[in-house]
């Protein structure tokens, strides 16, 4: 039987929501330059895609964090499948802004999130986890408690992984990018020296140069 992981690989790769180019580069808007462009959103285009990875957040939630109260989802990404999972688990939805709002309440959080409410933050990509964890700050900062992070997706980064272990953040994706990786060579997408490329790549993607 195919594993989760794997299968995720492939749809992304065959929707193009994943593209690998380690010798041409993209260019984040960071300023990194990368091997590899994820943009998740284009899953929400596939209702086969979006429809499974709506359940298997689900899913996940059910077994690991059954006594969730709220679903936050981060802005932009991941709010349309954040209030997708809210509303298969018939639960409060909330999403939470890169920044706060520059007029009227001035907030980070929007919807009707309360002090002592537990939450399930969505993601659909991690990168470095700057962004990931800053929303988690605004919802530790209203007073309520976070009770893990999922997402779709995750670079693996040794700086983000140390990041969410600082802060005592629980994150599970469907989807890594060892396996993708593995996927794009095992489908002759990339060659072996590509494969090198890329987790030459990953050791340090601000310093790093093809």
């Keep these: 039987m195919k594993s989760l992981e794997k299968h995720i690989a492939e749809q992304l790769l065959k929707i193009k929501a994943v ?37 298997e957040l689900s899913r996940l939630i059910v077994e690991k964090y059954p006594n969730v109260d709220v679903i936050a989802g981060i802005a932009t990404g991941a709010i349309a499948q954040g209030v997708l999972v809210a509303d298969q688990l018939g639960l409060p939805f909330v999403y939470i802004r890169s920044t706060p709002k520059d007029h009227g309440l001035e907030n980070m959080i929007e919807g009707d999130l309360r002090p002592g409410q537990k939450v399930i933050v969505i993601e659909d990509l991690i990168s470095t986890g700057g ?38 953040v629980n994150l599970t994706t469907l ?36």
């Design 19 to 55: 593209k690998l180019q380690p010798r041409n580069p993209f260019t984040w808007a960071s300023g990194i330059k990368s091997p590899i462009y994820c943009d998740n959103r284009l899953t929400l285009s596939y209702p086969k895609i979006r429809v499974f990875i709506k359940l």
């Design 131 to 168: 962004s990931s964890l800053r929303a988690v700050d605004a919802i530790r900062s209203n007073g309520s408690e976070v009770l893990g992070m999922l997402g779709i997706f995750t670079y693996g980064m040794p700086q983000a992984e140390q990041k969410f272990k600082k802060m005592k």
């Design 175 to 210: 989807c890594n990018y060892d396996v993708v990786v593995s996927e794009a060579l095992a489908t002759n997408y990339i060659s072996a020296e590509d494969v090198e490329i890329l987790r030459e790549w990953r050791k340090n993607p601000e310093k790093w140069n093809i």
